[in-house]
């Protein structure tokens, strides 16, 4: 049975910073690009960031670009979410997800390339 696990969400003030850790397992992790999805209230979900098997290939969206960084520890089943400069607009529930293996290079991901979804993490930023 395949868990995902998101972890590190919280409340901090704008300009401040929050690591997001997301553990999976039941699955050979290193097989599997993973990712990370956010979906504010009334909006829909939308893809914040992406790393392959090997994190040889990352995917930042733009509105996160230059603030946020991905990165994985295949040792460990774990991903990262390192984000900075955080702004309010970045307040959200943070979803990881193990994204299908047919995915070998990261880039915008839809809802359909995810094989499992973690639970959630919520991140609240104060102006």
């Known amino acids: 049975q395949v868990e995902v696990m998101e972890s590190g969400g919280g409340l901090v003030q704008a300009g401040g910073s929050l690591r997001l850790s997301c553990t999976a397992s039941g699955l050979s992790f290193d097989d599997y690009a993973m990712g990370w999805f956010r979906q504010a209230p009334g909006k829909r979900r939308e893809d914040v960031s992406c790393?392959?098997?090997?994190?040889?290939?990352?995917y930042l969206a733009d509105a996160v670009k230059g603030r946020f960084t991905i990165s994985r520890d295949n040792a460990k089943n774990t991903v990262y979410l390192q984000m900075n400069s955080l702004k309010p607009e970045d307040s959200a529930e943070y979803y990881c997800a193990v994204l299908n293996p047919a995915i070998l290079r990261c880039g915008p991901t839809g809802s359909a390339e995810v094989d499992y979804w973690g639970k959630g993490t919520l991140v609240t930023i104060s102006s």
């Open positions: 790393i392959n098997r090997n994190g040889g290939s990352i």
